[in-house]
């Protein structure tokens, strides 16, 4: 279903250790699904994305693992920075006619340095 | 060039008023989105418009809220008669046409407080 009045979770990380966030995606038929971080006081940015016919893409220092079995999908951030301490939200997009885009209840990640 | 900007920055109204919020896509941008985000929360989808299509309302919580966009340019998101449960920041995002691979790119978004 759509993301509506959750708390956040939260994931504490140790700087310069890895980071895997996960997301529970709720339709099997969305084609395309981005990670956007968001900032405190700002607006979600894009980070990384994927389609459905991958399981796996890298950017730099990120990693977007994608399991259709089982609709999930994780963010994996390598040696965790304090500038990576963010709220992470995962989006997927379906086609209904139009492109709808759900947003999954976002994760904050706090970074100890 | 710019990106999505949105207006104002920050609303303060009292229980009862209307108000309307602003939003400038960036230019040539045919879809158009409205969220909103309750404090320490997720993104609510309340409204998006794809070019010249019906919008898709399905998000609105109430016949309280309503949006208008003018062709591919500005919008505007309007509530009328505002409840304290209403306060969050609203958010904008446009994304530069209506296919698949698209993401989308957001304003600062608006903070709303009704008191």
């Known amino acids: 279903g759509e993301s509506v009045g959750l708390h956040l979770p939260t994931l504490s990380v140790q700087e310069g250790d890895n980071s895997i966030i996960n997301c529970a995606y709720s339709n099997s038929a969305s084609d395309y699904f981005i990670w956007y971080k968001q900032e405190s006081g700002k607006g979600p940015q894009f980070i990384i994305d994927i389609r459905s016919n991958m399981d796996k893409r890298q950017g730099q220092r990120v990693t977007v693992l994608l399991n259709k079995t089982v609709k999930h999908l994780s963010l994996q951030i390598a040696a965790t920075q304090p500038g990576d301490s963010a709220v992470y939200f995962c989006a997927e997009i379906l086609n209904t006619g139009g492109f709808k885009t759900i947003f999954g209840a976002g994760t904050r990640l706090f970074v100890k340095a | 060039g710019a990106g999505v900007s949105q207006s104002p920055s920050n609303k303060v109204t009292e229980k009862g008023k209307d108000v309307e919020l602003r939003c400038d896509p960036i230019s040539g941008h045919t879809a158009l989105y409205w969220y909103r985000q309750r404090l320490g929360q997720g993104l609510e989808f309340l409204i998006y418009?794809?070019?010249?299509?019906?919008?898709?309302k399905s998000g609105l919580p109430s016949d309280r809220f309503s949006a208008e966009r003018t062709g591919e340019s500005v919008s505007t998101l309007t509530i009328q008669r505002t409840q304290q449960e209403d306060s969050a920041v609203y958010l904008c995002?446009?994304?530069?046409?209506?296919?698949?691979?698209?993401?989308?790119?957001f304003g600062p978004g608006t903070r709303l407080t009704v008191l």
């Open positions: 418009f794809q070019g010249n299509s019906a919008p898709d």
């Open positions: 995002a446009s994304s530069p046409t209506g296919t698949l691979y698209n993401e989308q790119f």
